[in-house]
Each structure stands twice: as C-alpha cells, then as structure tokens.
C-alpha cells in the first residue's frame, strides 16, 4: 500500500492535513472554513464532552441553553467586548427567501428591524437573562455551562484548530463577592489542567494572559499552553475573571446581606473543538493518529486472521471469548469482521485512526493459547499467553496512557529554555518551543518582539519567580514570561 | 403562597405558560421567538438525549456533525424540498460589524457574494458530504445521525413547542437499496414510539402522512402522534423515506455488486425540543409539572424538617443515612438542605417542579423510625417505616411510571372514537381528542375538511383497515385516517 500520510519533517501542515484525512477526523465543507466533523473525530470530541461535563457537574455547574441570535444592539452594551469581537460576525439581515426560475433568493421584503448576530461567544445574551434571574445573595452563586456552537469569521482556518463555526463549551457564572469568582476562575483553569494532562496525556503551561492577549471584557485570562511536535504553542483553554464589567454593561445588581445593593462579579471559560487538533499534534507519528486510551472511541481492537471456513470459525470462536473477557474490564473493544477487507489493510486503517492496541489472532494462536499484542505508541509487538489478559489488557492501557504523557512532556520540557538578551531569544525562537524570557510589562516592548520573532507572551506564570531586567528594553521585569510562537 | 398557576379548564395556554416557569424550564429571549432553557428544562432534554442516544447507538448509529450554514445555492437542488423550506429561514449577508458612534454597526464592505441560510434541517449539506463518501455498495450503508440547533422562522411561538431555534437529533441514512431504506424509516419509527410509550409515558398513534402534511421532499413520512390534556395532537416525532431524491439532487451513485452504477436511498428522522411540551401537556397538572421517573433528573428528593440545631443534626444524620441506602439503588436523590427557605416552600416547589418522589422527615420520624413520602403524581402521603425503602423506593417509582402510562393512555383512548358522517365529524371535533373517518385520499377533501374544522389529518395508520365511503364526498375509503386538530 503506498504511504498516504506527509512525514512531519518533510512538510509538517500537509502531515496533519493527512492525518486528519486517513483516520476520517473531518472533511473540509463547501462552506468556506466550516467543517464536517466526521464518526471518528465526533467520537473523540464526544469522549472529551463526557469526561468535561463530569468535571463541571463534579465541581457544582449546571448545564442549560441560550440563544443561537443575539441582538446587534447587545454587543454594543460592553466597549471592550465589542472592540475584541466586533470584526468578525456572521450577520443575519433577512428572514424569508423566495422561489424565482427554479432557485431560491432572499426576499428583500424580509429584511429585519434589527440585525441578529450569530454568536462569538454569549456573555452578552446571558448576563441579560442573569438580570432577571438575579435579585439577591440567595440567588447566588449562579453556576452555569453550556455546550454549543458558535462562529466567528476567520480569514485562515485549519481544521479543527481554527474554524468559522466551531464547537466549544462556555461556562458562565456569577458571584457575590470578588474573591469568589477569582477562586472559580483559577478552578476551572485546575479541571482544564487535569484535564489535559490526565485525559488527554498533554502536558501544559498554566498562567495569566498578559494585557493585549487577554479575552476582550475580561480584567483577567487564566489559559493553559500546549506545546505541539513543531514547536509551536497552542492555546488550549482560557478561564476569565471578568470581574463586574458585564454585570455593569446589563446591570445585573443583587441585594446583598448587609442590605446594600451591589453589582454581580463574574467569570467565563471554555474549551472547544480546538482541543481535538491540540490532541492530534501532541501525540501523531508518520503513521497517523495516535490515541491516549482515556479518551480512545476504541481502545483495543482484535482483527482475525484466517484462510478458509473452517479457520474463520475457529478464529472467530476464540477471538470472540477474549472479546468477552475484556469487555467485562470495562474496555472499549471492537472486533474487525469485515469481509472485504485483508488483515494488512486493517492493520493500517487502525494504524492511521489511533487505536491504541491492536490484538491479532490466528489459527496457530488459537492451537497455542496465544495472541498477538500490537501498541500503537510504540509500534512493538508482542505474542503473549491468552491466560491473564483480563489483568495484561486494562494494566497495558495505563501503560500507554501515562508513556504518551510522558513522552510528551519531556519533548515539552527538553523545548523549553530560559534566556537572557534578547539576541538570544531571537536566535532560540527559530527553532521553535518555550522561552522564558524577562520582559518589561509594557504592551510597547510585547508589541515590538511580535512583530520582530512572531513570538507572543503565551502567559505569566503564576508562581512568584525571580525579579530581572527586560531582555528588550533593560528596565525592571518582575519575573520570567514565557514566550512562543502559537497557533 | 398565594398560586401561581393557573388552573388548566380556566386558561390551558396561561397554565401551559405558568408550569413552564414555575418549574424553571424556560424563558423567553430576548430574539422574538427564541427561548433560553433553563437547567431545569435542559436536565429534561439531557436526559432524553441519553435515552435515544443509546437507542440509536444500539440500532447501529453514529454520531458526527456538520455544518451550521448551508450555501444558498443548495437549496435550489432539490425542488420539492426548497418549496416546503424556502420560506421561513434565516439568511446570512455579512460577515463583519464596525464600531460606530459608541455603537456597532453592519459593515457594508463585508457583503458574501453567496448567502448562507442558517440550517433549518440538514439534508442537503450533509447529502453534499456523501457524494464525496460512497463510491462502492461497500460503503453502505451510512447510519449517521446529528445532535443539532435548527432554525426556522416560525411566526407564531410558543416555548419548547414552536421556538424559532430549536434543538433536536437529525438521522440521515443512505442505503443501497428501497426495502433497507424503509425498513430503517420504519425502525426509527418503532425508536421514537419506544421511547415516548416507555420513557415519556406518552401514548401516541403511529402511521403515515397524508402527502399535504408531508416532509418536503420525502415519498413516506411516518409519525408518532400524542394527544395533550386540551385534545390536541401533537407531532412528537418523524421518520421519512426520502426515496432517491437527494441522491439525485446531489448525483450520489455507488457501484453495486452487480458492477452497475445506482443512485443511493436515503431516509432522515428526527425528534426535537418540542418532545419537552410534549411531556410537560400529557402529564401535569393545577399543581405544576409531573414528571415519569425514567426521565426525571431528580427522581427524590428528600426534606428534613426541624427547629433548631439538635434536631436538625438529629434529622440530618437519619436524611444522610436513608439518601446513602438510596443511592445505592441507582436513584438519583437530591437532599433539600437550603437553610433559607422553609419545608412547606420547599413542598410546593418540588411538586411545581415535577420530582416524583417527596420524602419528608422531622425529629419524630427519627424517634419512630418512619419518614412520610409523597407521591408527586397522585399527590398522596404516606408514613412507612424506614426498613425496606431500598426495595420500596425504586419500585414506587415503577409503579409511577407504569401509573402515568396507564392515566394517559386512557385520556387518549376515551377521547379517540370513530364517526361515520361529516356532521358527526363536525360535533365531534368541538370536544378535541382523535377521530378515526373515512377520506377519500384527495387532497381537495383534506383541505376542505381542514378549512371547516381545523382537523388535520395526523396519520394513516399503518394496518390494513376496513373499506369505506368519505364521510364528506361518498367516494370509496381504503380504511379511516386519523384526524385531530393540532399544535
């Protein structure tokens, strides 16, 4: 079979184009910059939801739904928000088409009072329902998620990593007192931590958002930073202190205890369909698609191997007794029966779509009390007694699972360096990765280093770190940045 | 407390209107005809989406996702389907907004050379992707189904039954040949009707529709039917046989085994949002929502009632204790321990909210080792002891299930009857419920039948039937059809 998948050295946008296109993850659509997400890359996003919405539920918030439509009118409610967002919208204007010689138009008689914008994001719609929903500390804390599409009109897309329409999950609270919503911030930014760590095996850099890279209306952005097989960042999840400027915008007040009134504080945080892209370029070799088994559709799958009837039974037999067995574990196993196509061709289809073990058995297996174990990380290969597999299976799952976070987390680290000048620094950022770097505070010299390494400011460290002089200008930065170039 | 809904034989609309916000299920939005569901209303639909997700998952279904916008052009592909849509969508023009004045404003410059409609259901995008998916009879058939917003320009709303969006599943199957095609329209249907009898407690009637009340583009539209409090029908759900018309629209062929080359057939189902006011009119009542267990996202809920600190950690321990045993049996429990409101407010929102099960516990239970459960839906009390609830609770809610089921079959078959002639017919359809007369099959007959009694036809049931004469024109009847007026 000739190779369909780019090597990453040779041409690392067409590699994961190809991985994307082998293990059907998504389809470009007819819709410039919109996307088909396919069976496999829904699944996966699927996986991801259940895990997340466990997460959210875990930790007190409620699911609910808000409006597709928000009024033109609502965006033009918080300055700061709209100066962020207001460039690129998906506007309707009209509300009814018409036929005319076979074909449709838009009936210009349907044109509304009101343009309605498809959503960006929905603080605005939401912070108008929490007006009403709001009238005193009993009412509060309001915890609430919702899981939906939105758009926004991007000039370059990439599948899955940055598309006109995409699918995300936006967390909206409100809160009495300040401290509060910081608090909730910074936990939802631990649940995104865990979970790309501990799910999806991809280790990341936490922190604060520096000013000109923040959410426009947030007075903070909390973001976790992946760290893709180019080198380069990928911002995975962002949770914002919005403090009370949507509250003031929409005026959301609340009698509190001591009787006063007060306006509400609030946050926001989301991860999208993005991840899925994060999740391909952590972890992907020249063979496709590599999964780690938490969030694996399938985690092990057992092809057959036979030549005849009486071989196809016998194999099936016992391939379907070691299905039995390691269903009861509690694993996601698929067993490959179909007819049209040989072993080897199965072999790279589950090659190219992830799946983490592959179990292949055949007639001298089933004499043997054996079966053939293939990870997909690694690519070894092993024959292992049938006995014991309920035990081997599951215990080699976690194997692959932590292995994957591993390997990534050391390509991470051995890719992130500290420097001092700033000639350094522009000689470190061409071969990709993170840098920490002093830099003064000011949106002046963050501009400047943008424009001269196409590096951004990824995020402020939370810790305290060590006090310097900016590699730029030489005046006092109060720790190390950390420094990349992003997706 | 003064009540808050109405009475449903004083005002069915207000009463409609009053258990939707009592119970917090939703509210309106600010977008004319748009609804926000609130976590209340959205635990409903998360739980039915569990339900039918595993349905379809079980009958070999996947999920995957496809795009929000459809090129206008599209729409001019399949001529059928454009007359039945064309009239009521939301059209995209623009795709950016400029700050003006303080305010924001369309930007003209941003004009699409294409307008994008904004999906009112996806046949046409998706049938897009399947050219581009089969080839062979190798890849039939496609068994994909979509969890997805849709909107349509609805003039006359009403929440969760007519909304301008709203949410809802969309199957489309492509097949290689017409009996697997309507065999998969039949199942589906025999799904919906499933899930309504056994989840819902919704009794519905099953058959086809009549060619007026047709899916736009479709050969066979099967239903389920259900019949509110008021006498109304309600369309709960559809299933349609597209035929090849899509395959032809978006010239989809595959090479069959025979090595000819044939057009795809296809079919398409779906239930939305609208399943939620279905529940909400078959079962509640003067008191507020009623919800059947299997459905209900808190199934018990547990009151302790005190009067200072002894007794309430006296309560507390015995209300933990029994919620630890409950949990235990799968039953999804809530204990009410908000310090802020009072039991019998807490009494009478629980019952405004639906949740089957009240169990009610003060110190003197304690003593005596009782507590007092509430049944939600016959509104009795009982006091019973606390030995056996694990085995008491899980089967009175069975009991409540299969009683709701029971209640409202029977309100739907004492008002089903048959007529023989057309004034009859005209007495009858005063009192609401489903009428069972001959038709002649014209659609001249059903438009005059619909314009003199607002009866529809709501199906043609799918067993043979007995021969007949119209009620209206004395021309031959196959079998009676099914008539109601209807939301």
New interface residues.
């Given amino acids: 079979m000739a190779k369909k998948i780019t090597n990453r050295d040779q041409d690392y946008s067409q590699w994961y184009l190809d991985v994307v296109k082998e293990a059907k993850l998504a389809?470009h659509?007819?819709?410039r910059g919109?996307?088909?997400?396919?069976?496999n890359?829904?699944?996966l996003?699927?996986n991801m939801k259940q895990v997340l919405d466990r997460m959210f539920k875990e930790t007190g918030h409620?699911?609910?739904?808000?409006?597709?439509?928000?009024?033109?009118?609502?965006?033009?409610k918080e300055?700061q928000h709209?100066?962020g967002f207001?460039?690129?919208?998906?506007?309707?204007?009209?509300?009814?088409?018409?036929?005319v010689d076979?074909?449709?138009e838009?009936d210009p008689e349907?044109r509304l009072e009101e343009?309605?914008?498809?959503r960006p994001t929905s603080e605005t719609?939401i912070w108008?329902?929490y007006r009403?929903w709001i009238q005193s500390y009993?009412d509060l804390p309001i915890l609430?998620n919702q899981w939906?599409?939105v758009?926004r009109?991007e000039m370059r897309t990439r599948l899955f990593l940055r598309t006109m329409?995409f699918?995300w999950q936006e967390g909206h609270t409100a809160h009495a007192t300040k401290e509060e919503a910081v608090e909730e911030a910074v936990r939802m930014l631990e649940v995104y931590r865990v979970f790309a760590e501990e799910y999806m095996a991809m280790p990341v850099k936490t922190g604060v958002k520096s000013e000109s890279e923040r959410f426009a209306g947030a007075i903070d952005t909390y973001c976790i930073e992946a760290l893709m097989q180019d080198g380069k960042a990928l911002q995975a999840g962002t949770s914002h202190f919005l403090g009370q400027n949507f509250a003031k915008a929409f005026d959301v007040q609340f009698q509190d205890v001591d009787g006063e009134h007060k306006y509400v504080w609030a946050t926001s945080w989301g991860v999208s369909t993005r991840l899925v892209g994060g999740l391909i370029m952590t972890h992907s070799d020249d063979q496709g698609l590599v999964l780690p088994p938490r969030i694996a559709p399938v985690q092990v799958v057992i092809v057959p191997i036979f030549r005849n009837d009486e071989e196809k039974s016998t194999v099936f037999e016992y391939a379907g007794s070691i299905m039995d067995e390691l269903e009861q574990t509690g694993a996601s196993i698929k067993f490959d029966d179909r007819e049209?196509h040989k072993p080897g061709w199965k072999f790279a289809q589950h090659e190219a779509e992830g799946v983490p073990v592959r179990i292949a058995v055949g007639p001298r297996d089933v004499q043997k009390n054996n079966l053939e174990i293939a990870r997909r990380d690694t690519r070894e290969k092993e024959i292992v007694s049938r006995e014991g597999i309920a035990e081997q299976i599951p215990a080699l799952l976690e194997t692959i699972q932590d292995s994957l976070f591993e390997a990534a987390k050391n390509r991470m680290e051995s890719r992130t360096q500290s420097v001092d000048t700033y000639d350094e620094f522009k000689q470190a950022i061409k071969g990709g990765g993170f840098i920490y770097a002093h830099w003064d505070g000011s949106a002046e010299t963050e501009a400047k280093i943008k424009e001269e390494t196409k590096a951004t400011i990824r995020c402020i460290p939370l810790d305290e770190g060590e006090p310097g002089v900016c590699m730029v200008t030489g005046e006092p930065s109060a720790r190390r940045v950390l420094f990349a170039q992003a997706y």
């Fill in positions: 389809d659509s007819p819709v919109s996307m088909v997400i396919r069976p890359g829904f699944a996003w699927e409620e699911n609910a739904y808000f409006p597709l439509f928000i009024p033109k009118s609502f965006l033009s300055a709209v100066e207001a460039k690129e919208c998906a506007v309707v204007t009209h509300s009814r088409l018409k036929s076979g074909g449709v838009v349907s343009e309605l914008i498809v719609i108008d329902s009403n009993r609430i939906a599409n758009v009109w329409e699918l049209n």
